[in-house]
């Protein structure tokens, strides 16, 4: 299985990663699922945001008692509709700035940093 550069961050020493909640996936239209041969059935992404297939009725116990099921580590960009958020590996680590690389934390689809600079008058003039 093939990673995405954009689910992973590894451009400095803090290695940061989107995970994904799957109680949240309950609903959504890219949902899939299956009855195994054990008698579970198990749920997964269509898209493959996250390659982890899960017990859909522990998920659903998950949701009907707000609790969290944990989180899964994303295998490609999430999609806008995606419980998702960046888990900093070692987030004491981080430089005083913060990320080095804040367009990583900014969500799929979600707007662009635009960077600007203003040229100081000569003294000379």
């Not at 954009?6 to 949902?31: F, H, M, N, Q, T």
């Not at 969290?68 to 680590?93: E, K, N, Q, T, W």
Request: charged share 30%; net charge negative.
């Amino acid at each position: 299985m093939s990673f995405d550069r954009e689910a992973s961050c590894r451009r400095c020493r803090v290695y940061c990663d989107w995970v994904i909640d799957p109680v949240g996936c309950l609903g959504c239209s890219r949902l899939y699922a299956y009855d195994a041969k054990d008698g579970r059935r198990y749920a997964g992404c269509v898209e493959r945001v996250h390659a982890a297939e899960v017990d859909l009725g522990v998920l659903e116990q998950c949701a009907e008692e707000e609790r969290g099921f944990g989180g899964i580590r994303a295998v490609r960009v999430p999609l806008p509709i995606c419980s998702a958020v960046v888990d900093s590996a070692y987030p004491r680590r981080l430089p005083e700035i913060g990320c080095v690389n804040p367009e990583f934390y900014e969500p799929p689809g979600g707007g662009t940093f635009v960077m600007t600079t203003r040229e100081q008058p000569s003294r000379d003039a």
